[in-house]
């Protein structure tokens, strides 16, 4: 088939409503080899793997990506609640999304279902240019089996084959960060044991992707102990990995619509992916300076560096009176450079007599002003290698 748009010409090829070629328009389907699929057994729907491409509107966009595996016990996709809707979401968060149709069962087991979520990860950072994203923050979203899968991929993934004929299969096949959603970790835990999931926590490493875990107390299908055996896992490597665990709700809720409490989960996630640096992909730096409350070091409190990007990490350190009213950030946990505001919070003013259960304050104290009578914020200047002095006034 042939369209023409005004001068230009684009030709491809549409196999049951999948464009073959690079026509990466919001909403469009491609296919993840246009030549056919390894192992493939025919040419229907569920035979041919694809990723349908949401794309966040240009003001919002970010330049993250993730890939959204559906669950469904790899005998089926649950791609409305568990695909188009989580990818609408992450478009709101100016994230680029994908879901992914990968092969299941009867005709395919998990092995292929892999193959074809590696394939997912190499097309999507080959293609990073075109489609607008970053190459080194595609990561991979997984619900119950789909969050085997992510799980699977995250942990048996491999750097690229420099020779494969098919410049794709050059690209690594590694995502960047794991969110896993009630998912499934060992097969084993089920009664009676299901053997052809994935054992992933056995092979969690140092090198395997920053993880963010979902999962609710009250799942009977898939115990809570799947997702503690993942995190126990990154937790040993030195993984950095967050995890919730609800105490009402049950298994395939997807996001939650109309559970006020586990409906917070992709706002949890939002704060995450913030935090990591994910949205934005710079390099954070250390920081250091001093506060002081009244003429005097801070006794007691923490101070907040908020960045003027909102999609920016967020900086916050202790501060407590042996340190003087000085303070240090550390490069993982530092701001980016650039103007940022500054909240100090106040728990303390004086810890002269420690055991004698004395209250040296009212109440905690929050100070956005250097003083009561400025109308502007506290804003800073961070810049590598500069110290920061914050001077406050309470009265």
């Not at 140092?206 to 963010?212: C, K, N």
């Not at 919070?345 to 100070?367: N, T």
């Amino acid at each position: 088939m042939i369209r023409h748009i005004g001068t230009i010409t684009i030709a491809f090829v549409v196999l049951h409503g999948v464009s073959m070629a690079s026509d990466f328009s919001h909403d469009s389907t491609v296919v993840l080899w246009p030549g056919g699929a390894p192992q493939s057994q025919g040419t229907q729907a569920h035979d041919v793997p694809a990723l349908t491409i949401h794309l966040p509107e240009k003001a919002v966009a970010n330049g993250a990506a993730v890939i959204v595996n559906p669950g469904g016990g790899y005998g089926m996709l649950a791609s409305d609640h568990e695909g188009l809707q989580m990818a609408r979401w992450l478009n709101s968060i100016g994230v680029t999304a994908f879901v992914l149709r990968y092969r299941v069962k009867p005709e395919y087991d998990p092995t292929v279902s892999l193959i074809d979520a590696q394939r997912a990860i190499r097309f999507v950072r080959y293609h990073a240019k075109a489609l607008n994203i970053s190459a080194d923050r595609i990561g991979m979203l997984g619900f119950s089996a789909g969050g085997n899968l992510a799980s699977a991929a995250g942990t048996r993934y491999d750097a690229r084959d420099a020779l494969a004929p098919d410049p794709i299969d050059r690209t690594s096949s590694r995502p960047d960060f794991l969110v896993l959603v009630y998912p499934v970790i060992n097969g084993e835990l089920f009664n009676p044991p299901r053997f052809d999931y994935f054992r992933t926590d056995k092979i969690v490493t140092a090198d395997t992707p920053p993880t963010f875990l979902v999962q609710t107390h009250e799942d009977q299908l898939v115990s809570a102990r799947q997702a503690l055996l993942f995190y126990g896992a990154l937790l040993e490597a030195g993984v950095p990995a967050e995890m919730h665990i609800f105490g009402y709700g049950g298994h395939g809720l997807g996001l939650a619509p109309g559970d006020p409490d586990l409906g917070e989960w992709p706002n949890m996630l939002q704060r995450w992916l913030r935090s990591t640096g994910i949205f934005v992909g710079k390099d954070r730096i250390a920081v250091s300076g001093s506060v002081t409350l009244d003429g005097e070091a801070l006794k007691w409190g923490w101070l907040t560096l908020i960045p003027k990007n909102p999609y920016a990490p967020i900086a916050r350190v202790d501060i407590h009176d042996h340190m003087k009213g000085m303070f240090s950030i550390d490069k993982e946990h530092g701001p980016l450079p650039g103007v940022h505001r500054a909240e100090v919070h106040v728990v303390c003013r004086d810890r002269s007599a420690p055991r004698s259960g004395a209250y040296s304050i009212d109440d905690a104290e929050h100070y956005t002003r250097t003083n009561p009578k400025s109308k502007a914020p506290i804003c800073v200047e961070v810049r590598e290698g500069e110290s920061l002095s914050i001077e406050i006034c309470s009265k």
